[in-house]
């Protein structure tokens, strides 16, 4: 037997009991005749104390331990006399009997402790180290006590876990596939599922009713540091549903979690709000709705004033940012670089000081009478002391612009605490987005999205302003999952492809089996999916997936650990048929 308790069992009450210990050294240290050894696993730490008094022999070899060594331990539980209150098993420590080192450990490119001297780049290398850190390995745990209670909760209400291929033809999100060469048939590839949408549609008209996955889906995106080539889903699906079945349904299922992994109970249903309120008051369609701050539009109160950069504006809006009157020149002007970036892209910004005495300061005085200015702080609810931002341009790039600068303010202010979590639905998306590059509509959220039912006949005559069935559940100003009620009708189906420029041939070569299983008999169905690593991200309070995520890939998309994509044998390449093009190296 390796051991009779793990690293982080023992306790007071344990005093005087003979024990085996087995874990990894995370440190040691001499001091007089005594030699201290933490012993790690994944449960705690554990002191070990060799006293050459007692065994020389025994001190000497625990001296000759290093950092990571696997070693075994026999010892008997003593109390401290120094106790550490911040470690679980601080109130003793193992008097140490006998030691085999069962493995010995090069010294580690990086200290395994929860202050870490490793860069991304090397902890990314070196990762099955960087996994035995507290910080990385308690996401795991975070995510494993999810995962365990979404399985819960959807079997208590008739989910059944049903597995889809991997090895696919296209789906409908829209984001580049990536694609797997197929030796039995040259010439031809698999894609990798960038959703299970197609399949779960498929269990639908088999008459599953109730489906989920916990599923790997594949993106061949660019990468950012909240995304990855591969990231996992809660795929869920459901028959005989409309759209207020499925959000209470998956309401329940993100309370259900609150509770039961972070013992926060919601008790007042999430608040809905539709896109286009969420566009006018936030500038997202994923509002941080953890603070107000919300915009208020000024154009009718700016206009005919001379100001040229208001009055030529389609759009004139601000934000009030409680108690900032006191901002110097240069806080106003670093907001004023900040809206500049070329990422945000502003030309400017105003601003406005009510003063706690009641007086106006402004950037646009001469424009203005303080009169006139004070019609914008009475719309805006501003009080003395507060300080009102503006923006001014065209109305969707302004409305982002704000929405940018109103986080970055959430932020300055302290209002966006990690492990406060403020969750609502958007609803009422619209169903399709016009692209100007390409000039078509594309799906704002797939071709199987049905339409609003007050909206069917607006189509053909005013496609743009159709709203979709569609929903996306926000939390803390990130999009945790999103779904929407499906088209089940095939004629239906076939204008909506139409619509997105789709032609039959396509339509057909693209998702003819979903169609052809559409004329047996597919019952009303909707769902969605949420993000996985982004939930878990959220609950451990992370900007990042990465760090929920086991073995995560890098910005360039590369497995530093493994090293991986790399290339394949030529053999490999003769039996898939495929010759290679690269570019000459230069
Ligand atoms: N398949 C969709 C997605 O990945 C979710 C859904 O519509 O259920 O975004």
């Known amino acids: 037997m390796y051991r009779t308790h793990t690293c982080g069992e023992l306790r007071l009450a344990d005093a005087g009991k003979e024990v085996k210990l087995a874990g990894w050294v995370q440190r040691s240290r001499k001091m007089g ?81 929860d202050d870490t001297d490793g ?27 999810m995962a365990f209670e979404i399985r819960r909760y959807l079997d208590q209400h008739g989910f059944l876990e049903v597995e889809t291929p991997v090895l696919i033809k296209s789906t409908p999100e829209g984001a580049r596939d990536f694609v797997v060469p197929s030796r039995m048939n040259p010439g031809e590839f698999y894609a990798l599922p960038q959703s299970p949408q ?80 969420a566009q006018r008051l936030y500038g997202s369609d994923k509002p941080d709705t953890r603070f107000g701050m919300e915009f208020v539009e000024l154009k009718d109160l700016t206009a005919g004033s001379g100001f040229s950069v208001m009055d030529e504006a389609e759009y004139v809006g601000a934000i009030v940012a409680p108690g900032c009157a006191d901002y110097t020149r240069k806080q106003l002007d670093g907001l004023t670089d900040f809206v500049k970036r070329p990422q945000i892209g502003a030309k400017g910004m105003m601003w406005v000081k009510f003063e706690a005495d009641g007086s106006i300061k402004s950037s646009v005085g001469k424009f203005f009478t303080d009169e006139q200015i004070k019609a914008w702080g009475e719309r805006a609810g501003a009080n003395p002391g507060d300080l009102m931002l503006i923006l001014a341009g065209q109305t969707a790039k302004t409305r982002k612009q704000l929405c940018e600068l109103r986080l970055e303010m959430g932020s300055r202010l302290g209002l966006r605490d990690p492990q406060k979590f403020s969750c609502l639905w958007v609803i009422d998306f619209p169903l399709f987005e016009w692209d100007d590059e390409t000039s078509r509509y594309y799906a704002m959220h797939h071709p199987f999205t049905a339409p609003n039912p007050d909206d069917i006949d607006k189509l053909e005559t005013d496609t743009g302003s159709v709203r979709a069935t569609a929903y996306d559940m926000v939390v803390n100003g990130n999009e945790l999952g999103g779904g929407s009620i499906r088209i089940h009708d095939a004629a239906l189906q076939d204008t909506m492809f139409r619509l997105l420029g789709l032609s039959e041939q396509e339509a057909q ?29 959220i609950l451990a309070g992370l900007d990042s997936i990465r760090d929920v995520i086991a073995f995560p890939k890098n910005n360039a998309g590369r497995d530093m650990m493994i090293d991986a994509p790399a290339e394949i044998d030529q053999s490999q390449l003769d039996e898939l048929k495929i010759a290679l093009a690269l570019p000459e190296e230069k």
């Open 33 to 113: 005749g005594m030699t201290f050894v933490d012993l790690r696993d994944r449960y705690g730490i554990t002191q070990i104390v060799f006293e050459s008094d007692a065994n020389q022999d025994l001190c000497e070899a625990a001296n000759k331990l290093g950092r990571e060594f696997v070693i075994n331990v026999t010892g008997t539980v003593a109390e401290r006399t120094s106790k550490n209150a911040n470690l679980p098993t601080g109130e003793i420590e193992i008097i140490a009997k006998e030691l085999t080192v069962l493995n010995k450990s090069d010294v580690p490119p990086f200290t395994i402790e």
């Open 119 to 145: 860069g991304d780049d090397l902890r990314m290398r070196y990762r099955y180290l960087d996994l035995r850190r507290n910080a990385v390995r308690s996401n795991l745990e975070l995510r494993h006590r």
């Open 198 to 277: 197609t399949f779960k549609q498929l269990l639908m008209v088999s008459g599953f009713d109730r489906y989920f996955q916990i599923v790997k889906c594949f993106r061949d995106e660019d990468l950012r540091a909240d995304r990855q080539p591969e990231f996992t889903q809660i795929d869920c699906e459901m028959s005989f549903v409309e759209q207020e079945d499925v959000l209470q349904m998956f309401e329940g299922l993100v309370k259900h979690i609150f509770r039961y992994v972070k013992d926060i109970d919601f008790k007042e249903p999430f608040p809905r709000m539709t896109w286009a309120d």
């Open 509 to 537: 070569y693209k998702f003819g089996f979903l169609m052809n299983a559409f004329k047996f008999g597919a019952p009303p169905h909707g769902g969605l999916a949420f993000g996985f690593d982004r939930f878990v991200s």
